[in-house]
């Protein structure tokens, strides 16, 4: 049987969490599946040893590349899709863009959100309503797998020492709400210092503003920090596998390192709680004065860095 799934939403984070419902698919049919989904959603980096996905196609939508974009672009994936011959979809989106690429690729079963009816969904909800059509139960747990001995070659080139507490420290984030400022990062790095022997990786992106609080806590704490900003996903995947904690903004870093079996804090700024608080290893912190957050509550300045040592010390005690 050939199955193909669709997820069009951007972003590493909302890729890592639809994994469990594209997992328990195969599972249920007892065949991998293709995935569809967008390039910036780097699937190819962290997905490529997942037994329950046997190709990834990049869904071309973007500023970047719009090969799938438009009229043309339909029926150009319309033609990228029907030479597979899939046997059945799952579409975890309410477009009838999708729908309509299926059937004309001749797709014979295809299983959808709702159409029309993107606003308010809850992503997780809505995919396990998606799957309930198919006597499916699931909860959003996300797990992803590094090979042994990519995580042995980390911990020899890095010289990542397991006395030490090795720490993730994900201060980027997909936009300047999102990204705890240096100044409370350093205040818990400072408090943390003081109790334990720690080491800090740090993970973020290139933009200006990232580099800044990169550059920051590194003219801090110079000797005890490794930064990860010129490494690849899939090569910085090893590195989180080593670390006992991980402490994160919302941002894909939190993500990954929890599938990857990591504790992680998540500073959780200006997104709603959902998306640090779906997974078992998820420990969000809210800012000061908040009682839950969703998007634009812009609480980046409130983040407590003795809010965040002392989970800190709870979870690795």
């Not at 500023?63 to 150009?76: A, E, K, L, P």
């Not at 959808?112 to 809850?122: I, M, S, W």
């Not at 590094?146 to 995580?151: A, F, I, M, P, S």
């Amino acid at each position: 049987m050939k199955i193909l799934v669709i997820q069009n939403r951007m972003g590493i984070g909302d890729m890592v969490i639809f994994l469990p419902f594209i997992e328990a698919i195969s599972k249920k049919f007892n065949s991998p599946i293709t995935l569809l989904t967008k390039e910036n959603s780097k699937a190819k980096e962290y997905l490529s040893n997942n037994n329950h996905i046997e190709k990834i196609i990049d869904l071309k939508r973007n500023n970047n590349n719009d090969y799938h974009q438009g009229i043309v672009g339909f029926f150009r994936l319309k033609k990228d899709l029907k030479k597979f011959n899939f046997d059945k979809a799952f579409i975890f989106n309410s477009s009838a863009r999708y729908n309509l690429v299926c059937k004309f690729a001749g797709v014979k079963e295809i299983y959808q959100y709702p159409l029309f009816k993107k606003n308010k969904q809850h992503i997780i909800g809505a995919a396990k309503s998606l799957l309930e059509k198919i006597n499916l139960n699931i909860d959003s747990n996300p797990k992803i797998s590094v090979e042994k001995n990519l995580v042995i070659e980390a911990k020899k080139k890095y010289n990542i020492n397991d006395s030490k507490i090795n720490v993730l420290l994900g201060i980027g984030g997909s936009g300047p709400t999102k990204r705890t400022p240096a100044k409370i990062i350093i205040e818990f790095i400072k408090l943390s210092e003081k109790n334990y022997d720690c080491k800090f990786f740090l993970a973020t992106g290139n933009n200006k503003e990232e580099q800044d609080i990169l550059n920051e806590i590194i003219l801090n704490f110079k000797e005890l920090c490794i930064p990860l900003d010129n490494l690849s996903i899939s090569d910085t995947l090893p590195i989180i596998k080593n670390c006992k904690i991980a402490i994160c903004n919302d941002t894909s870093f939190s993500h990954l390192s929890a599938a990857l079996d990591i504790p992680t804090i998540v500073l959780m700024c200006d997104s709603p709680l959902l998306y640090g608080s779906y997974s078992t290893k998820m420990y969000p912190v809210i800012p000061d004065g908040m009682e839950t957050v969703s998007h634009n509550s812009r609480g980046k300045e409130k983040i407590n860095p003795v809010k965040i040592f002392e989970k800190f010390k709870s979870i690795i005690k």
